[in-house]
């Protein structure tokens, strides 16, 4: 199953010139602990509820501050067409818990994270307990 038909969905971003403060707000009514940083329609960075945790109680920066000062830069993508185990290869070797999803131009079509995967992996092994059960009681 490719990663794209999966976890295709609108991803909720920000600009880097927005205000931190603007970004805890969205990330609050969102329901999301991370937003992509897009400059116009390319990816530019990637500012998680732990970046914002850590700057502002460090007092490296304040709520006015622009989500620019603080966000990741080297955003690890991984493409659309890619599967599964991709996506948790990645995760691993890199230390991440969230990949914006790319189509083949570069532009953001999905998000795919840590918990999404584990969640997807968890229902596929029950489906396959399910189908051993049957086999394993006669």
Not at 11 to 25: L, M, N
Not at 35 to 47: A, C, E, H, S, Y
Not at 92 to 103: H, Q, S
């Amino acid at each position: 199953m490719k990663l794209g038909e999966q976890f295709r969905s609108e991803v909720v971003t920000i600009e880097p010139g927005d205000k931190i403060a603007s970004a805890v707000w969205k990330m609050k009514d969102q329901h999301v602990g991370a937003l992509v940083v897009v400059d116009k329609d390319k990816i530019v960075g990637i500012l998680t509820d732990r970046d914002i945790a850590l700057a502002l109680g460090s007092d490296q920066i304040g709520s006015g501050g622009s989500v620019s000062a603080i966000m990741t830069r080297d955003v690890i993508t991984i493409r659309e067409n890619e599967g599964v185990f991709n996506a948790t290869q990645k995760l691993t070797e890199k230390g991440v818990r969230r990949l914006p999803i790319v189509d083949a131009k570069g532009h953001l079509v999905g998000l795919v994270t840590f918990d999404d995967l584990f969640a997807l992996l968890a229902t596929e092994i029950a489906n396959l307990s399910k189908a051993v059960a049957p086999a394993m009681a006669t």
